[in-house]
């Protein structure tokens, strides 16, 4: 797109965008880092995952202002209205998807430490597609790309079925050996939180999306593992 | 030719079907290949383009590109104008206008017109109003004439603040109110459609709002034309915006549509104000 007459408007969406990747940037890596906290038992590491949130809601704050400016000062049309509302969202799903990270990072430090690693490792490998989701909504929302959008949000049917498996898992551990039912809850939380992570990645894709195209995105037409906690 | 009107016909109704104003939908004028020259000069190149009745039809582009010259021939203005021509047909009520038969000083009666700068005759605020009705015998009595300047003053918000100062000069007025005074004239002879060219570009946000309100009432009844630089009055104030460029129509949909989403690159570059 070429740029505004006035050049400030198209600094001020660029900043928007760029503060925007930022905190997707800082939560991506909360996601890892809280599901390798759980994974190696670092506590000091899960601390910091905690410490890292205040970041990420300043940075929403911060961007929530820019955005009520903007709307005040430039009154956004087309394409660039698009722009701002669907900053204004994927901003609040951001938000969230650092809550959950730092809701992980907080049961891993209350883990039992005699956890052991098959179980661990179970919150990790889940880790991984999920943050390979949040990686690739961000990329399509840098380069205002619909159809990579659209791949992400057709995508979280692996994530749900990922989250059934583990939830077998789990389930599994907790009958074999009832001294894993406290850790094992804790699991299954922190499992939950990473399917809730993947339905924020999905709303985002719809944002991008429709500010690429003006169209949205139909969650009926979205396909949908039943998840197995009802 | 045929299927082209039936379309648009389609789409109008479609466009107009989530408004409180029900039924009248179709359009209220059809303009078909229309060209304007002004001499050798060409300024309106082919257009065609269906307004709807009984809602606020918003034309906006850049400076220059035929707004006011495409407006000008809803009524016929541009006959006052030297070395302007004009062809295609524009079909109100199954007759086109620009027919020779056509008697222009009554299709302005039709057809009314509100411009940019407030331009009350210098006369009294009572016979700016009773002017057109007078002309065009539509008082029988005193009575009816007086009935007459105070609807129209009141369909136009002007009533109140004017209804004891009557025989005081149009001029005296502030613009916004002389802006409505206008409006209230242009109405006074019962139009069918009443156009608008920059009405508001003269005054300040409250009596912006004022016309705009105005307009929003007015629309239940009257088919609306505007011409506006304000992106944003075209957003709140129309139900169909045309965008022209060049002396063509470039693109013309739903205003939620074309401020949302439009199709076209030129729209998106002037509504979002990038360089074409
Ligand atoms: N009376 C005239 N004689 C000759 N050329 C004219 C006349 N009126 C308009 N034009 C030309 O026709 C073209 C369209 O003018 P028009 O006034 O319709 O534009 P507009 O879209 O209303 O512009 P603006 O937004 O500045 O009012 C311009 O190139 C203009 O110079
Ligand atoms: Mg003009």
Redesign the interface.
């Known amino acids: 797109?070429?740029?505004?007459?006035?050049s400030a408007?198209t600094d001020e969406l660029d900043k928007l965008a760029a503060d925007i990747l930022r905190m997707g940037g800082i939560v991506e890596t909360m996601i890892l880092d809280a599901c390798s906290a759980v994974n190696k038992n670092d506590v000091e590491l899960a601390r910091e995952v905690v410490a890292r949130d205040p970041q990420v809601d300043k940075l929403e704050a911060d961007v929530e202002r820019q955005i009520v400016s903007l709307i005040a000062r430039r009154?956004?049309?087309?394409?660039?209205?698009?722009a701002v509302f669907s900053a204004l969202k994927v901003v609040g799903e951001l938000e969230r998807v650092g809550d959950l990270s730092k809701n992980i990072a907080k049961r891993a430090q209350r883990l039992d430490e005699n956890v052991g690693p098959s179980m661990r490792k179970g919150i990790y490998r889940m880790a991984s597609p999920v943050s390979r989701q949040l990686n690739m909504v961000l990329d399509a929302y840098a380069t205002g790309n619909a159809s990579a959008a659209k791949a992400v949000w057709e995508g979280d049917d692996d994530i749900d079925q990922h989250y059934n498996s583990l939830f077998r898992e789990m389930l599994t551990y907790m009958i074999e050996d009832p001294r894993t039912i406290g850790a094992g809850a804790h699991m299954l939380f922190m499992a939950k939180n990473l399917e809730r992570i993947g339905d924020h990645c999905t709303n985002i894709a719809e944002f991008v999306y429709f500010q690429a195209?003006?169209?949205y995105l139909l969650s009926t037409d979205r396909p949908k593992t039943p998840q197995i906690d009802g | 030719m045929e299927t082209t009107i039936t379309e648009s016909r389609e789409t109008l109704t479609a466009g107009t079907s989530m408004d409180e104003t029900q039924g009248l939908t179709y359009p209220r004028i059809e303009c078909k290949n229309i060209n304007v020259s002004y001499g050798d000069k060409q300024a309106i190149f082919d257009i065609s383009l269906p307004i709807p009745d009984r809602s606020v039809t918003a034309l906006i582009g850049p400076s220059g590109c035929g707004k006011s010259t495409f407006l000008r021939c809803l009524n016929r203005m541009n006959d006052t104008i030297e070395s302007c021509k004009v062809t295609g047909e524009i079909i109100m009520d199954g007759e086109n206008i620009n027919d020779p038969d056509i008697d222009p000083v009554l299709l302005r009666s039709r057809v009314g017109m509100v411009f940019q700068k407030p331009n009350p005759f210098p006369k009294s605020i009572f016979d700016n109003i009773a002017y057109g009705p007078r002309i065009h015998g539509l008082a029988e009595t005193r009575e009816d004439l007086d009935e007459m300047v105070e609807k129209s003053l009141r369909r136009a918000g002007l009533w109140e603040e004017v209804k004891d100062r009557l025989s005081s000069p149009g001029n005296s007025l502030s613009g916004g109110q002389q802006q409505r005074l206008c409006i209230a004239r242009a109405i006074a002879v019962r139009p069918e459609v009443i156009l608008m060219d920059e009405p508001c570009s003269a005054l300040d946000p409250v009596a912006t709002a004022r016309i705009e309100e105005l307009i929003d009432e007015l629309r239940k009844r009257y088919c609306i034309v505007i011409v506006t630089h304000s992106?944003?009055q075209a957003?709140r104030v129309s139900q169909r915006t045309a965008f022209f460029h060049l002396g063509e129509l470039v693109e013309m949909g739903e205003t939620d549509q074309i401020?949302?989403?439009?199709r076209e690159r030129r729209?998106?570059?002037y509504?979002?104000?990038?360089?074409g």
Do not use: K, W
């Open positions: 797109m070429s740029d505004h007459i006035v408007f009154q956004p049309m087309a394409h660039d209205l698009r195209t003006g169209e | 992106m944003q957003a401020f949302t989403n439009p729209t998106e570059d509504i979002t104000g990038r360089f």
